[in-house]
């Protein structure tokens, strides 16, 4: 999640205001060059709208924009990005900001409508330079090479300055080779993922972010949403479940020929979880190979992230509210509806939010459970 407090505004202020019934909203657009400099603001938009998918595999952040042909000429749509920003009006009269993202235009489709000509513009955010990305000839990492070295020079390589990963001193264990064509984003994510960090995600100014992979139960929440008298909330919140085929038992194997496989299990013994091995009183398995990992603690620790992973998908919510800007990838959120009997954390796994005033945001959350 963003930071809230902004400028000489706290966090609490912010909240407030968030929740007060008379909100004063408005968007703006800027018009960035290839190296995310600004260069001009974009006055035309009609309309556009932001989401956001965490689990998504490549691009997790996409953008439609609705811009008059009149301002469009202004663009140089195979290098210029834009960047939209959320703002609030505060009780005393000044405002705060909130960026959305920082977005590659894709070709714009050309519209008439009562004399005037519009362009409806598809976004996605820097993760499409990777996707595109491809390598040339066969990719060889050596043995004993450092993880962050090797993501850090691939990002460099396709052009990405703006890096924030985590720093680690692990190496990899084994020689990995890549065929010609494989996407720099595919070889990225399968390295970050042999370390338990989390995919490569851009956050809203354009920095490639990952981090180590933090079990939710272990994390703070980061934001409440209630149905109390100064709730955000609209009605028709839905909860899902699905029991049936939760798996209670977890078994990874690393193997390389190179190496002696490795192996990870986890067991859900809790007999609070409804899908525990006591609870259901039968075993039910999930069983992965990797290709490769780091070493036998990483390997232990993906195994209990699969294992609360594929716990989570049992219990999720849908759910809207009135625009809220500062989301961002996998927010920790409180949730509680007296109607529902729902009071629990959530990892927030999408949102989507329409830039005009009024509009409403829409969320879905996985639960946090413990096993």
Known sequence: MQEIAQGQYSKDEIIKMLHSPSRVIKFRYDLLDRNDKKIGKLDSVLNGEITMNSLAINIKRTGKFKIKESEFKDIDWLNDKVQPFCMFKMPDGGWIE???GIFLLSSPTK???????????E?????KILLD????KRYTIQEKSSYLKVITDILLGAGVTKINITETDLMLRTTKEFEIGTEKLRVINELLQEINYTSLWVDENGHYTAKPYILPNEREVEYTYADDELSVMYPGIEEELDLFDIPNKFVIVASNPENLPLVSRYENLNPRSVTSIPSRQRVIVDYREVDDIANQKALDEYTKRIAYEASQIFGYVNFNTA?????????LLEIKNSTLGIESSYVETSWRMRLQAGAQMEHTARRVIQI
């Open 98 to 100: 909130y960026p959305m």
């Open 111 to 121: 519209k008439e409508k009562n004399s005037v000509v519009y362009r409806d513009i």
């Open 123 to 127: 976004a996605y955010d820097g993760l």
């Open 133 to 136: 990305d491809k390598f040339d």
């Open 323 to 331: 625009i809220v800007p500062f989301h961002s990838y996998s927010d």
